[in-house]
């Protein structure tokens, strides 16, 4: 069973960058990672997926050159760099695993149904 504790998060000014990092147990982790995001009052959306060991990586079309994936095998840790940040990026981050796939994915439904607390980013000046 894989656990996935989220943190990074914090108050930013529009503009500003902020990186997430996402710490992975329980199990190989050989597999595809991703970085979602749930606004208040809107659905998660997914933000990027890295594949494994990280040559792979996808991002959501608004995310594309704002946002970077990244992952440290060895640490067990997947990361989110967030630059130019923007009053809507703000939300709950989360992280997520696909187990099934070692290729990048934005696919909701490749991965795993529970979720973690998340971690909050709150962009505003």
């Known amino acids: 069973q894989v656990q996935l504790e989220e943190s990074g998060g914090g108050l930013v000014q529009p503009g500003g960058s902020l990186t997430l990092s996402c710490v992975a147990s329980?199990?190989?982790?050989?597999?595809?990672m991703g970085w979602f995001r749930q606004s208040p009052g809107k659905e998660r959306e997914v933000v990027a997926g890295?594949?494994?060991?990280?040559?792979?990586?996808k991002y959501a079309d608004s995310m594309e050159g704002r946002f970077t994936i990244s992952r440290d095998i060895r640490k067990k840790t997947v990361y989110l760099q967030m630059s130019s940040l923007k009053a809507e990026d703000t939300a709950v981050y989360y992280c997520?695993?696909?187990?099934?796939?070692?290729?990048?994915?934005?696919?909701?439904?490749?991965?795993?149904?529970?979720w973690g607390q998340g971690t909050l980013v709150t962009v505003s000046s």
């Open positions: 890295i594949g494994w060991p990280g040559g792979t990586r």
């Open positions: 329980g199990s190989d982790l050989e597999h595809s």
């Open positions: 997520n695993a696909a187990p099934d796939t070692r290729v990048a994915t934005l696919d909701l439904s490749q991965y795993l149904k529970t």
